[in-house]
């Protein structure tokens, strides 16, 4: 089941707990507005370079649009649809003025230097800034974007529009960004994990967590939940897994990782096999690295009480529906809402 | 072979032979933008009802992009995308100042209301108005709309903009409108057919002339031909077919179809069967109704000197390169180029 | 004397208190702009009919212009004239940045469909668009409108000029209306009472009060000067009028009303002559119903101390010169300013 | 019975004949837009003086509005309203792709100077400017302004919307204005003569001719009806009237004119009685002074075989329905079309 | 050395000590823009006079360019782009989200009527307003310059952009302008000594103070100063200076100057020359007045132990080079930064 | 004397046979507006370069400005100025509708790579695109710049105000420019030579022509008037100078330039010292290289009947006043009006 059969599921899910009018739920599942356009540069070597930009606009019936522009070589229509519905449905049960959105470029940004970058970000930027604006849809820095990405959006844009720094976020401090927008969704999680704790009259001090991933957002989670008092049982990543059943000194291991790239190699805590981080013994787990992680072929060797989703779909939506995962101990982590 | 990898074929073949430089083909393929919609109307009922509309904008290098626009049921992507590429290389070949699109909503507008066409035509303008003009993008009828529509559109988008009858073709003439324009298609294919003909040194009086379709371009280039000494020996439509060596009177025949609904019953020649009417024997076949007609298992049996296509595709892109089809004979006739 | 020269009356009079230059007083009434429009919407049953739509902009020298629009049969261009121009007043006379206007369309609400009310709302915002704005003049409900009405404003407006929430106040909560716009004015006539009170020493716990008219300003101005203490002593609208010297109770009348849709029939107190509720005996006497119900004939009848207008015009221009009616008694009630 | 009832009175007529639809009839009679606005200027004295300024835009089904702007201390709305939809007529009847419209301000132009009018009309025309435009409404001049008006229009026009030279009719040549524009009217005299009399098998060479008022356009008339071989054997104006039975020189008549500011004491015939002109025997009468000069009590009285109304109504409404008057031999001349 | 070299020369000094870029450096020596127009506008006695407007836009890489618009008539170029200059590096300085501009017109603001110099000022706006803007340059008051001035600004640039009061600032308070913006620069003079003595262990109380210039500037630091403690013992003006080693009465002073347009004859000091009011001894010098006045010749004999420039550049560049002037002892007065 | 002294000297010469007012005169020296930009670009090799690009648009009262755009290390601002105007005056002599302007950036063609040259391009586009346009002011290529570089500016202007074509002349024929422009100047000097001739009772035929610089214009004029039968009896460019008695033939001659980039060489006549060409025995004399060719020390020895200035000022202004130049004789060549 792909990214949009599932957003769609659970939409008619909801849809029908709603009792949704059906000609509503219908019209909610169209986008408002799709736009796919050509983007060409010339490359740092004289030739020209076409590339597919694209941004799906799917409501904006509660305020103007939100959400990323990524930069991705395989960019999946199905999923981009997807995530620009789930921006919807994130800004609405948030509650905040907001519609949802979604977009990028069909580029592979490792391939292409700074200036290339520049280019296209301009470019695309130059193909699109009538049909977004600080009232109708604001992008913001995904995959394979970033600050600088929004900067340059923000230049091309204000050229057109005057000086607009409010059309995109996620842009430099110096330009008006947000402070605390980097930890904002690790800081997601702790939220989540908080609210779901007490619903069940417990603190987050002393809980025995696993965190697979170590990019942004978890690590940002493990050293929020460890000031928490939380106890940082193993932690995952590309390199390899850390466990420490007296809990992983996160201050540590963040200075470990800077110098090493990884968790790999860091003394405060025993070398496990990544594989099986998902099944170790912890009150709290968090798959934060990719979707799909936990199936029907995992769940019921979990031993975590508590499941907190702060990847996007760790658990196969399928996995949900047949295997024998304890659905109540999960709640999905609403993370950097205004993404 | 679908209608989109049929014009992509035909394009390389074209970029081969011309040397194109292998990007610029590949930025030709790509078009330069692709607006999706969703379009939402109260119906007659006071119920809501959702339709998606779009419009693939080709290349507007050079100069404003040109396209209709249809309401169909079953709105093929690809088809939508091969036919705006299309018309940037009409434009081009007959080397008039614009380039190519073409557009559409997903609708059947036989079960609308006038009111309903209105409201959805209304409704569609307001979503794209921003991304057409005098001199980006100038809509015309196609299948399904008419001048109504246009003079819905140009309402609509005046009152954006200001007072813009250039915005659409094929409008009312009372509104503008081109005079001729009804007969332009059927207009090219007198042209297309004089001109094969003078390459041969021949011209059209005399010619025994079978014509496959009695629609709009069809019947007008019955009549055209017929004016220029034509003798039109066969004619075809969905009610039947009818055949008379001595050369069919249009005038009389157009008559008996306005009354009749059809060329069924016309008591100036024979009834035979429509199924094989492209196999009479003729100078010139002309088909004007579907795509495909023409194919691996009938081609060899044609026996008329020069095909006039009249139709899009009448002739199976398979058949072109397989079989005994004698390719020296057929030349692809522009019809309105101006569409 | 009709609204226009009763206000243009007061208008001269303070004039001539505060010196004001006799070129600056005839500029000042002679209004910044007024627009008349033909609005044609098609009706449920397919013919087409006609309004006249109109904006009053009375002045914008300290701000963008504020005031409501109406919908009623009878639009009396002079009513609405000197409407505009109290709006100009009365956003000066209580120092925040706006000027005065007001508008309307000829029609009778009732007698349209909610989907007519809809199409001719959306016309009429479709022909003054360019003349309203955030930073022009930014209208609100008033008589035959309400927060549905400046929805479609808001939506038909924001086509044009981009998502602009703040083109229309009184809109409806969910799209960023004010939380008390509904209680405001009622608010006001209790603001009033309690600074008329206070230049006397006194205040508003136990003061015997009457209101006429137990609409949305009279109701909600018993229900709060109920809450500070006072004692509403009789109350009538169209249905009748109750007395009850011990005071009435407004929650259980507020139930009576909206079960039975009047004060009528109400058990809390006596019922008696709406015509006489005038001349009770009270110390505060609110008539908050229509114009000129105070006049040369029963002003020296009114036993009331303090006559509070929450009406417009309650009291008749004519009697406030000639008759004996204890003018520093009365205060002029601002209501809800930022209609 | 003013303009406007007159007006109305005519259309309803021809409604009645043309079997319009009542809604229609209605939609019609409803001007598009009514604006007024007011402009407030300094004096050369540094005082400053309030004018109301006004355009009433009828109809522009047919394309952009048309009409005059007027500078008269006396505005009769009726009278404009009338003229405006008269502007609509005149340019469907003429099937040119044009509306009506007409406008003006409420002064004296002979109490302003060169420089307090200039800044009348850049006030006025800031006021209005978003409101009028190539493609929307064009102005032109009429009583009280000329080409220097237009110019000022013009100039302050293309501050806000950039060069227009097409805005405004009227300019002077240098600007653009068009050659012909003096005598358009007087031409169209000439040209609703020629028609007329071409319908009774006659030539305008050798008709005797009277005509009432030598301004403008009753000038021009003259002058072409005589090139063609007319015989003018009576003209008036304000100063006096003048007869020549065998035919008035009118280059020596224009020639004593500019040098003598009226026809009094023009050697080249006898001088008359102004008040009975009308009165004279001759061919053709041309009323071109005033309206209504034609009425009940001198309508039997009169001799012409021919009346062309050059002035706007010189026939009153009500002496058309019940005298004498030969309706057969009058037929309206349409004037300067493009005013 | 010119304002320009000055400035340039400072800007080099620091762009050293930053370790600047050479290309960058030159780049931010070169404005973003200059802009100069002709400004037509008719006189009072109805000939024309041609002025010539300008605005130098130096960068608006960190926001909106801020700074003022003189009227002057020997408008110096080289002046007015190092202020412009300085302007960008004064909000940077002071991190404020703004750049830099300083503009103006080439006249003798004394030589005009009240009605010229608004008209000068409105042609001036309607030449710029495109180039202007709250989000792109926002002018003040400057040298021949006021609030009444902006509010004319205000005005014009309204009639094009709408209601856009924060276009300007300096405006009258009425129209949105700042309260404590009168006192501003002043009041910077008082932090400035307040930071500079702080540095030294020192407050304002008690300190002999010398202030030469009384006007705007001036005035407020010597009553501000005054307030905090501060003895001011001696003051000069155009008029003359005033010493008092006990420290003057601003107050009455401010009274006296009030009443006799200068500080001479005032009673409540010793008139002394005002040639040597630099030289007078005293704990902190103020030199308000002109640029340049303290130079090789004079720098020596200064008794002060601190000077604060409230002018600008009081002091020589070349003195600051070569004399023996305290620098330790010297620091800018940033003065009004929102200028 | 400068350029700017010399056109304005030629102005007040003028002005002063036309009796112009002195008000009228100033105003018409002082151009509209003048813009300078700054432009920064990424170079090839990835560091900023700033230039500084200007336009100086002198008067726009008969029409839109006109004027080339230069790429030039040394722009002199009084050149560029005095050339502004003298396109002013060029367009008014001619009676076309347009102003006068010019413009350029300070940069060296030579040294920017093709990509540089269209970002810089870009940049300064971006940088004008309000200040210019269809209505307003249109470029057109001049020294350093050509059709592609105004394709670059539509192309960019395009982006900002949709699909604008005619906001450059000079650009690429297959992006619309005229037909005819390649020879346009050289046309001119045929043109010129031809009325000059004619007042002279003369014709071109048998005339004997030197031409001074064999560049665009030298070589069409060249070619122009010899197939009117002129005899080209000299001819130089850089490399060299011809010279034939009997005619060079023009054909032969640009074939021979074509392959040796010089007339060096060219085997149809002798070489001779280019210094003396202008002195040459010969009717016609056409300078058409540098500025000041022609002065005080050689004015008297020219032995041409008549002058054709084909270059910019060809004869010193000053040895216009003092030498024995025979001023009947010459005869300013009009040259390429709308450049």
Request: aromatic content about 6%; hydrophobic content about 40%.
């Amino acid at each position: 089941m792909n990214a949009l059969a599932a957003t769609n599921r659970n939409f008619k899910l909801a849809a029908r707990l709603l009792g949704l009018d059906s000609k509503l739920e219908k019209s909610l599942l169209i986008p408002f507005r799709e736009i796919k356009v050509e983007c060409t540069i010339p490359k740092d070597d004289g030739t020209l370079a076409s590339f597919v930009g694209f941004r799906v606009q799917h409501d904006n019936a509660r305020g103007p649009m939100k959400g990323g522009i990524r930069y991705h070589p395989e960019v999946d229509p199905d999923e981009v649809n997807a995530l620009a519905q789930l921006m919807t449905w994130k800004t609405a049960v948030a509650n905040i003025p907001y519609g949802g959105a979604k977009g990028g470029i069909g580029c592979n940004p490792g391939d292409l230097s700074f200036s290339e970058l520049e280019r296209l970000t301009r470019v695309f930027t130059q193909k699109i800034h009538d049909l977004i604006g600080v009232h109708t849809d604001v992008p913001a820095p995904d995959m394979g974007t970033n600050p600088q990405t929004m900067a340059w959006i923000l230049d091309e844009y204000s050229k057109f529009h005057g000086y607009s720094p409010a059309v995109v976020t996620g842009k430099p401090i110096d330009l008006g960004g947000s402070l605390g927008r980097d930890a904002a969704t690790g800081r997601g999680v702790l939220f989540a994990t908080e609210a779901l704790l007490k619903e069940y009259g417990k603190g987050i001090a002393g809980q025995r967590i696993v965190v697979q991933g170590f990019g942004n957002v978890g690590s940002w989670a493990a050293q929020l939940l460890s000031e928490q008092g939380g106890k940082i049982v193993a932690v995952s990543d590309i390199t390899g897994a850390i466990k420490n059943s007296s809990g992983i000194d996160i201050t540590s291991l963040l200075n470990h990782v800077k110098e090493s790239r990884g968790v790999k190699g860091f003394s405060g805590g025993d070398s496990i096999d990544p594989n099986s981080i998902l099944l170790e013994d912890c009150d709290i787990l968090i798959p934060a690295a990719l979707g799909g992680v936990i199936n029907r072929d995992n769940a019921k060797d979990i031993k975590a009480k508590f499941i907190i989703e702060a990847a996007n779909h760790p658990t196969d939506p399928e996995a949900d529906e047949v295997s024998g995962i304890r659905l109540e101990h999960k709640i999905r982590a609403a993370g950097s809402i205004i993404k």
